[in-house]
């Protein structure tokens, strides 16, 4: 890989945190500067983003746990290709523990405002004006977070967090072929409505039908070759 060829910006001046490399490393990877199956080596990083290898190898680590990168003995570690069966575990997964999680949220709750949700519908629809795709995936994160949070069971959420940035890198996968944020975000919009109303049922229903609406787009998108 040539360090010149690629675009992912250099950082402001030299830093040792690897979480400001991470998130770096993770905006180039859902936007498409680092593509799918690309290898990642800590030299070449280190130059495109003018830190120590150090940082970078920190932030591998991080993205190997997210699942947006993979290791393997001959190639070292690469940006995850994204395929059906990575598709249809995640949006199964989600389908079966995000809208309880959301139910019981609102059942605790109640009725009311859920400021971080508005706060993350907010930033999304200023990313989607701008068209910056990687964080409007990452908004469309924080809000989903924002809504299944409350729910008091530590053990839900944890495996939910797990699962949010390789769900926002399926996202802006699958946006390069069907550009279905618009329709997304009216869905949020409906989706929290029903959670500030204190009804956890329609909360619930509303919630599944997104992920079904997102994982049946995703693997549409397989029959064009257009999400890697």
Known sequence: MNPQSHSIPRLAQPIS?????????????????????????????????????????????????????????????????????????????????????????????????????????TEAQARLESDQRAQLGLANRRFHRALYVGCGNDLLCDFLDKIQVLSAFLATAGWRFAPTFAREAEEHRVILDSVERGDADEAERRLREHVQQASSAWLSSLDHGETS
């Open 17 to 121: 945190r690897a979480d400001r490399v991470r998130d770096a490393l993770q905006d180039a990877i859902l936007d498409g500067t680092l593509e799918q199956g690309r290898p990642l080596v800590e030299r070449q990083l280190a130059e495109l983003l003018g830190v120590s290898k150090t940082p970078i190898r920190e932030a591998l680590k991080q993205l190997l746990s997210s699942g947006l990168v993979v290791a393997n003995a001959y190639q070292g570690v690469s940006v995850r290709r994204l395929d059906a069966h990575t598709a249809r575990e995640v949006y199964a997964a989600r389908e079966a523990v995000e809208p309880e999680a959301v139910r019981m949220a609102v059942q605790r709750q109640g009725a009311g405002p859920n400021i971080l949700a508005r706060q993350a519908l």
